[in-house]
């Protein structure tokens, strides 16, 4: 009897088990299929795009210049017979650079002083002898056509006799000199490379979409490896209103007097836009694709809508956008690599 007993008892728990097996794998099966229905998209996070204040800031490479510098040449040809100044000598306007063997020239213009002079007299003659009758009037314009070529030949001589004492046009200093005594130019001979470094200044190239951002008499600040931990001041004097082969602008910088700026030192400009604007600015993994071709996922209706972007400047882990994303645009920063276009997406919180 007592076995009959435990026999039945075991009969019931085991069938209660099965029981409450069957129905818990019944709700778990129930709950997956709920969340399999709830859970169709592939997680991703995003970012909410606002309107900020942003300020550009940009960099853009060139070598130091002189404000001022002439590649001299001669105006006349002849033989030098002194050169005053040796290279690194600092020289004034109007002081004297060489001298040209001048005998010739001299002749020459004094031979043409002597008959212009001559002629003036005779004009001056004529003039009186037509006033009295004594002569026609095609005789007196004929005495002042010959007096007006010989003006234009003293004129000549003397220039040229002038110019065979070469003097400096510009102040500064003497980089290079083609000649020596003895030496026979020819006019356009190249003569001196003269230098003025009070002024320096720098020409460095813009692309278009940033020109718009700089204007004349602007302030930058200026670095160079050559003298590290330095940073020199300068001023926006011009901006080119035509592109470079490289497709960018010349802007050309005036630099701050500074004894450690020198010509040939390469530098680069740091241009900082004067007034904050509203921008988009969007941390950089959420763009696709190159500058050319860039692009953002939008989640639009519980789907991600690939949309195409124009991109401005960097701003550490930050991308500006001119076009493509307005105000509240909700675009996606995580999970893009498991989304494609149409893919429908569970967003993270």
Do not use: W
Not at 129 to 158: F, H, K, Y
Request: aromatic share 4%; charged share 25%.
């Amino acid at each position: 009897m007592k076995k009959i007993i435990l026999t039945a008892t075991v009969i019931v728990l085991v069938a209660g088990m099965i029981f409450i097996l069957v129905k818990n794998r019944k709700r778990m099966m129930e709950e997956t299929s709920r969340t399999a229905k709830e859970e169709t998209g592939v997680p991703v996070s995003t970012y909410r795009v606002t309107v900020e204040p942003y300020s550009t800031e940009f960099n853009s490479n060139g070598v130091i210049q002189a404000v001022k510098e002439l590649n001299f040449v001669s105006n006349v040809s002849g033989r030098v017979v002194s050169v005053m100044v040796e290279k690194g000598d600092v020289v004034g306007v109007g002081d004297t650079l060489l001298k040209i063997d001048s005998e010739l020239l001299e002749s020459d213009y004094r031979a043409t002083l002597a008959e212009y002079e001559s002629l003036k007299t005779d004009a001056g003659r004529f003039q009186r002898a037509q006033d009295a009758g004594g002569v026609t009037q095609q005789q007196l314009d004929n005495i002042g056509v010959r007096l007006a070529a010989a003006e234009s030949r003293m004129v000549r001589s003397r220039r040229m006799l002038e110019d065979a004492t070469v003097r400096s046009p510009l102040a500064g200093t003497i980089n290079s000199r083609y000649v020596e005594p003895g030496s026979l130019i020819v006019p356009n001979a190249p003569l001196f490379d003269i230098v003025n470094d009070s002024l320096l200044k720098v020409t460095c190239g813009v692309s278009e979409y940033r020109l718009n951002l700089l204007s004349v008499g602007q302030r930058v600040a200026v670095t160079s490896s050559a003298v590290p931990g330095k940073t020199f001041a300068g001023t926006i004097g011009f901006i080119g209103i035509k592109t470079d082969r490289g497709l960018n602008y010349p802007v050309e910088v005036i630099l701050d007097r500074d004894e450690e700026l020198r010509i040939g030192m390469y530098v680069k400009v740091h241009f900082t836009q004067a007034e904050a604007r509203p921008a988009i600015l969007v941390p950089r993994r959420a763009i696709l694709g190159g500058s050319g071709a860039a692009g953002v996922y939008i989640v639009q209706n519980g789907k991600a809508v690939r949309r195409e972007v124009t991109l401005g400047d960097m701003t550490g882990d930050r991308i500006e956008v001119l076009q493509g994303l307005e105000p509240d645009d909700e675009i996606v920063v995580a999970g893009i690599m498991n989304i494609a276009d149409g893919t429908e997406v569970i967003i993270q919180k």
